[in-house]
C-alpha cells in the first residue's frame, strides 16, 4: 500500500514550481498551418505574401478563448444502482482570437473575405468544404519562446466577425475577434506516434496549402516579456 498523500507544506509547494515548472498564459502563438483555395485567395487579396499574412496573425493576436471539451452521458440502470456512460464527445464553444487591428484593417478584411468566398450571395451557392476548411495550431511556448505544447484544430473556418466599435472618447487600440468554428482538436502528444499523414490527410485534390509550403517559425505572437 502506498503511503497517502499529505498536505504540502510552503517549501514543498515552492520546490513543486522548481521541478514540474509552470506556465503563463500569456505564453502562446498560432499560426494557420494548412491553408485552403478560399482562404489562400483572401489572404492574397489583403498581404503581399503568405509570410506577411502569418507574421500579422502572430503579431496582433492577443487572446485565445478555447471551447470546452465535454461528453453527453446517459442513466444506466444497473439493479438498484443508476450510473452514467458517455456516448457521444462534444466540442462547445467556438474557438474565438482577439486581434489588434493594423491601420488598413487588412488582417479583419481577411477574415472577412474568407467568409465572402465561402458563400456566393448573389447565387446562393456555398464552396465546397475542402476548399475553406483550415488547420489552426495553438503553440504555449516558454520564456524562451520554445514550444511546449501545441493544439491542433481541425476543419476551422470563421462563423462570426466581431464589428468594431468607434468611439470618439476613446484613445484604445482599435481591436475585433473572430469566432471560429471546427471539426475537433489534439494535443500533439495525442497523435505524434500514428503520425500527421494519417490522422489528418491533405486537403480536395491531394494538396496541403501551408505557407510557402514550410512549416512557419514561432513568431511570438501573444508573447508578453
Known amino acids: 500500500m502506498t503511503e497517502p498523500i499529505k498536505p504540502s507544506s510552503i517549501d514543498e509547494f515552492v520546490s513543486s514550481f522548481k521541478s514540474d ?3 503563463l498564459n500569456s505564453r502562446f ?3 494557420f498551418s494548412v491553408i485552403p483555395p478560399v482562404f489562400q485567395k483572401a489572404i492574397s487579396q489583403n498581404f503581399g505574401s503568405n509570410r506577411d499574412f502569418a507574421s500579422t496573425v502572430a503579431k496582433r493576436v492577443q487572446r485565445v478563448v478555447a471551447p470546452t471539451i465535454s461528453f453527453s452521458t446517459a442513466d444506466v440502470r444497473s439493479t438498484a444502482v443508476t450510473f452514467q456512460v458517455p456516448y457521444q464527445r462534444n466540442y462547445e464553444g467556438s474557438l474565438t482570437l482577439t486581434f489588434i487591428s493594423d491601420k488598413e484593417q ?3 478584411n481577411t477574415f472577412v473575405n474568407w467568409i465572402e ?3 456566393n450571395p448573389y447565387i446562393g451557392s456555398y464552396e465546397y468544404r475542402d476548399n475553406y476548411v483550415a488547420r489552426l495550431e495553438i ?3 516558454d520564456h524562451s519562446d520554445n514550444i ?3 493544439y491542433t484544430v481541425l476543419e476551422v473556418f470563421p ?5 468594431i466599435d468607434y468611439n470618439a472618447t476613446s484613445n484604445e487600440l482599435t481591436q475585433f475577434t473572430v469566432d471560429l468554428t471546427f471539426k475537433e482538436f489534439f494535443v500533439n502528444d495525442s497523435f505524434d506516434s500514428l503520425g500527421s499523414d494519417e490522422l489528418f490527410p491533405p486537403l480536395q485534390g ?3 496549402f501551408g505557407i510557402e509550403g514550410q512549416d512557419f517559425p514561432n513568431l511570438g505572437g501573444g508573447i508578453i516579456t
Open 21 to 23: 515548472g509552470y506556465h
Open 29 to 31: 502563438a498560432c499560426e
Open 106 to 108: 487588412k488582417l479583419r
Open 117 to 119: 468566398g465561402i458563400n
Open 139 to 141: 503553440n504555449q511556448v
Open 148 to 150: 511546449i505544447r501545441s
Open 159 to 163: 462563423r462570426n466577425i466581431a464589428g
Open 206 to 208: 491531394g494538396t496541403n
